[in-house]
């Protein structure tokens, strides 16, 4: 056998595999959720993003390490391998790899083969994920804040739930944009039209803000308003009273943070991190975090009433998500501006991919 051919040959076959994937799954360069941090513990993980197979395992300093998840040496799967020394160890002749995916010892031999690495991933473990990196070898700009998870005890109450969804990460997160489906599939009474701004990059702080704001060449944000009739129906069944209703959208390509206000008062706050897995294949991960009135029962009260409207309302997109077919419509009207000009943004993001 020719070494050097063969050798050739796989690079090859494996650049065009990348090539293929990446264009088929169309992500953006961005910030992902690859895994609640409490689906990660001390033995390794098999996971599959972005349409390849990887592996998920924490290092000596229990920090979250994702890579490519067959060996380099004879591709055995690290998943079912195990942590030796700070190390993922494979199962088949115990290579071992750092978190950087360097291979840092091969049984019974000095030397290790230049080839011996495993593609890794930047990671982050904050507000209850673990986070991944996606479009290039580093990250072009930092994860959001999102400082309200980590002020749970003090000022907010938290609610999380995911959803398994046959769509795209974009699908999902431009769905915030289209302001008109409140009404038409929420069921949202309005007694006025739906007013939407669309902010641009310098409008970094807003009256309304607490959150810090995205780096702004990463950064889609909106401003909805408008004056309600009442709640949607949980809202209602509750008792609950409001006039006027405002959410501020702020997204970047792989998440976005929503802050809703009633009457002017910030109520909850959500973060939404997607976990593209193929091509039509996705997880939305939402972190509700309802604002705390200081009234023992007015809190319980607003988190039932907030958790429910939250939860109810994603399983309403679930079956439009899950039935959409990405390759019909055009025929777009005044209210589907916002979700087009979002659309634009995320391709430039597409476009950075490396």
Same mark, same amino acid.
Do not use: M
């Given at each position: 056998m020719n070494t050097k051919l063969e050798t050739v040959k796989n690079s090859k076959l494996t650049q065009l595999e990348t090539e293929v994937n990446k264009k088929a799954m169309n992500l953006a360069a961005s910030w992902y959720v690859a895994l609640p941090s409490k689906a990660l513990g001390k033995k390794p993980k098999e996971i599959e +993003?972005?349409?390849? *197979? #990887?592996?998920?395992?924490? $290092?000596?300093?229990d920090q979250p390490v994702i890579m490519q998840r067959h060996c380099s040496h004879m591709g055995a799967s690290l998943?079912?391998?195990?942590?030796?020394?700070?190390? !993922?160890?494979? *199962?088949?002749?115990?290579?071992r790899y750092d978190s950087s995916g360097q291979c840092v010892f091969v049984t019974s031999l000095n030397e290790i083969p230049p080839k011996a690495r495993q593609v890794n991933y930047?990671?982050?473990?904050?507000?209850?994920y673990i986070w991944v990196w996606y479009g290039s070898e580093t990250p072009l700009f930092p994860l959001p804040e999102f400082p309200a998870a980590e002020d749970e005890r003090h000022n907010y109450m938290s609610f999380r739930f995911t959803d398994p969804t046959?769509?795209? =990460?974009?699908?999902? #997160? %431009?769905n915030g944009y289209d302001y008109y489906h409140f009404v038409t599939l929420h069921d949202v009474k309005v007694s006025e039209p739906i007013k939407i701004t669309l902010l641009t990059t310098d409008q970094q702080y807003l009256a309304q803000q607490s959150e810090p704001p995205i780096q702004k060449e990463?950064?889609?944000?909106?401003? !909805?308003?408008c004056s309600l009739e009442g709640l949607d129906p949980v809202a209602r069944a509750?008792?609950?009273?409001? %006039?006027? &209703?405002? +959410? #501020?959208? $702020? /997204?970047?390509?792989?998440?976005?943070?929503?802050?809703? &206000?009633? $009457?002017?008062?910030?109520?909850?706050?959500?973060l939404v991190g997607m976990t593209p897995i193929t091509e039509n294949n996705s997880v939305q991960n939402i972190l509700v975090m309802v604002k705390k009135t200081g009234k023992f029962w007015?809190?319980?009260?607003?988190?039932?009433?907030? /958790?429910?409207?939250?939860?109810?309302?994603?399983?309403?997109? #679930? =079956?439009?998500? $899950?039935?959409?077919? =990405?390759?019909?419509?055009?025929?777009?009207?005044?209210?589907?501006?916002?979700? +087009?000009?979002?659309?634009e943004f995320h391709q430039r993001w597409v476009d950075q991919v490396e």
């Open positions: +993003l972005f349409g390849l *197979p #990887l592996v998920a395992w924490r $290092d000596q300093n998943a079912v391998g195990k942590v030796v020394d700070g190390c !993922i160890q494979c *199962p088949f002749h115990h290579w930047a990671t982050a473990e904050r507000y209850g046959t769509t795209t =990460p974009r699908r999902v #997160l %431009e990463a950064r889609f944000a909106a401003l !909805i308003e509750f008792g609950f009273k409001a %006039e006027n &209703f405002t +959410l #501020l959208i $702020d /997204s970047w390509c792989g998440g976005q943070k929503v802050t809703a &206000f009633i $009457d002017g008062k910030e109520i909850y706050k959500t007015q809190d319980i009260f607003h988190y039932v009433v907030f /958790s429910l409207e939250n939860r109810i309302g994603a399983k309403q997109d #679930l =079956p439009i998500y $899950d039935n959409i077919n =990405p390759n019909v419509g055009g025929a777009y009207v005044k209210h589907d501006l916002a979700v +087009l000009k979002y659309r």
